[in-house]
């Protein structure tokens, strides 16, 4: 029996490490844009970014600083109305994430400015 075949390269490995930040890098397509409603151009008017519960779907919505944050929850409750998913809330995102769960607050008294991500999290 020939020893130099038994003896196996220790740097040589069969399939390489992966870290799990590598394999959240390795998305195939970008997510799927869906526009909920359109920007009447008034003054003051936000455009959110509401990315679903996996990150594959990013909801573009159009509404006003003083808006309600249940007039948030109604347009998207109409969107995700297809998917038939329920029992989800809205996360702001940032140093010190918090849900929206004030449906009598404004948008503007909860933090949330133009161009603001938010993430729709289980209930």
Do not use: F, W
């Not at 220790?10 to 920007?39: D, F, G, M, W, Y």
């Not at 702001?92 to 938010?118: H, Q, T």
């Amino acid at each position: 029996m020939n020893i130099a075949k038994l003896i196996v390269d220790p740097i040589v490995t069969k399939r390489p490490r992966v870290t799990k930040s590598a394999t959240c890098a390795r998305k195939s397509s970008p997510p799927l844009l869906h526009q909920i409603n359109e920007a009447t151009g008034k003054s003051g008017e936000l455009r959110l970014k509401i990315r679903s519960l996996t990150g594959s779907t990013v909801y573009l919505v159009h509404v006003s600083t003083d808006e309600s944050v249940a007039k948030l929850y109604e347009l998207l409750d109409k969107a995700i109305k297809a998917s038939g998913y329920k029992g989800y809330k809205v996360l702001l995102s940032g140093y010190s994430p918090k849900k929206l769960e004030r449906i009598d607050a404004s948008l503007k008294e909860c933090g949330i400015n133009r161009d603001c991500v938010l993430h729709l999290v289980n209930d």
